[in-house]
């Protein structure tokens, strides 16, 4: 798997935390049960220094992607597309397109095989 989709794939983990905290009933249970939210910020530092080490062109098509889904990109993992769990094409797993960043015919998003 290529760095810039390791990066991605990072990109996405801090985004899904970032917008658990900003979602307030998350945070209230969180302190409900004695957590204290912190954090935040460093989060979205870590997030600015991550997103300028990936290339525009695929951060871009990642934003855009982000727009629609909870999860943008996603590993291949059996079969079928685990966003929208259509059937892949048989063409998706030819060593060809192993390296390569795949996507979803049905429903746009990014794959790629681990
Ligand atoms: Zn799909």
Do not use: W, Y
């Given at each position: 798997m290529k760095e810039e989709y390791r990066l991605l794939v990072a990109l996405q983990d801090l985004d899904i935390?970032?917008?658990?905290?900003?979602?307030?009933?998350?945070?209230?249970?969180?302190?409900?049960?004695?957590?204290?939210?912190e954090g935040l910020d460093e989060l979205t530092q870590a997030r600015s220094d991550l997103a300028a080490k990936i290339p525009t062109m695929l951060l871009n098509r990642y934003e855009r992607l982000a727009g629609h889904f909870k999860v943008a990109i996603l590993p291949v993992t059996g079969d079928k597309c685990?966003?929208?769990?259509?059937?892949?094409?048989?063409?998706f797993f030819s060593a060809a397109l192993r390296t390569e960043l795949l996507t979803c015919e049905n429903c746009g998003r990014m794959l790629y095989i681990p």
């Open positions: 935390m970032i917008r658990e905290m900003h979602d307030a009933s998350t945070t209230q249970e969180f302190e409900n049960m004695g957590f204290k939210i685990l966003g929208c769990f259509v059937k892949l094409p048989t063409s």
